[in-house]
């Protein structure tokens, strides 16, 4: 009998027809050496769930950005235009991408990759911790300064919020103050986030990007 590496988990492999090494292995359910990506994280990599979360916040994030630097540059044109309209939409649809990013983060914490104890691990985590704070912020503001505010709310077409007659001054007061400067610091740790995902993929090249895209780079 011999031990062999088995891909897969939670099965019994016994290999009878080797007459120089029989084995017999049992892969214990909770190891996850399976090659396909689970929905759920592991210690070593992101799952499925995360990873859409995270790829399709970062391009709605990507068109906000780009429509709003767009009319800081170029002011009133079509083109801004274009994107301004539908800054409401995809920031509303952003705000309930993030609700569920939150509550997943929340249920996998326990099952994620570890970014390890020293000086590189603890600025990870706070990293991420500042991008989560700030991320919830940027929409919250400016839901909390729609619902407030004397105008309806009806970003797909419908009311959601409706008038508020007289508008309920600090929700108004709060999203002018926060939603606009608290988005250019969110883009701000944005290019810090991916500054240092190039420096992990550049310098240390440690397998950073694949717990988060691909596969095998991540050792699986
Ligand atoms: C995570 C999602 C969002 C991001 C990244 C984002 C980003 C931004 C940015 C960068 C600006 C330009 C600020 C400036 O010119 O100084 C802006 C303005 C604006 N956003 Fe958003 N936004 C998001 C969600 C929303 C939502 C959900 C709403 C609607 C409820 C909204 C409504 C507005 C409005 C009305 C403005 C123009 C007034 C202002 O500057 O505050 N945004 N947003
Ligand atoms: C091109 C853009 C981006 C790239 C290349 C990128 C890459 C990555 C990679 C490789 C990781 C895994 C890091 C690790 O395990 O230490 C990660 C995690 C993370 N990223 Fe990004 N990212 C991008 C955009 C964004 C954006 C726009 C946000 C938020 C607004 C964001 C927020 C996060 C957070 C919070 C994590 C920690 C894991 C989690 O809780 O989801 N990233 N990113």
Sequence with gaps: MRDLPVWGHGHTVTNKS????????????????CNSLTWRDTALRYGRMTRLLHWSIAVLMLWQFTGMGLR????????????VGWHQPVGTVLFLLIVIRVIWALVNRRHRPDHGAGFWGIAARLGHLALYLVMVIVPVSALLRAYGGERVFAPFGFEVF????????????????????????????????????????GMWRDGTLARMAGRRRAGL
């Design 72 to 83: 800081l540059v170029l002011g009133r044109t079509p083109l801004v235009g274009f994107f």
């Design 18 to 33: 080797s007459q120089l090494y029989p084995f017999q292995v049992t892969v214990p359910k909770e190891t996850n050496l």
């Design 162 to 201: 409706p008038a508020q007659q007289p508008p309920i001054d600090w929700m108004v007061t709060i999203g002018e103050a926060l939603h606009g400067e608290l988005a250019w610091l969110l883009l701000a740790l944005i290019a810090g986030h991916v500054i240092m995902v190039g420096v992990h993929e």
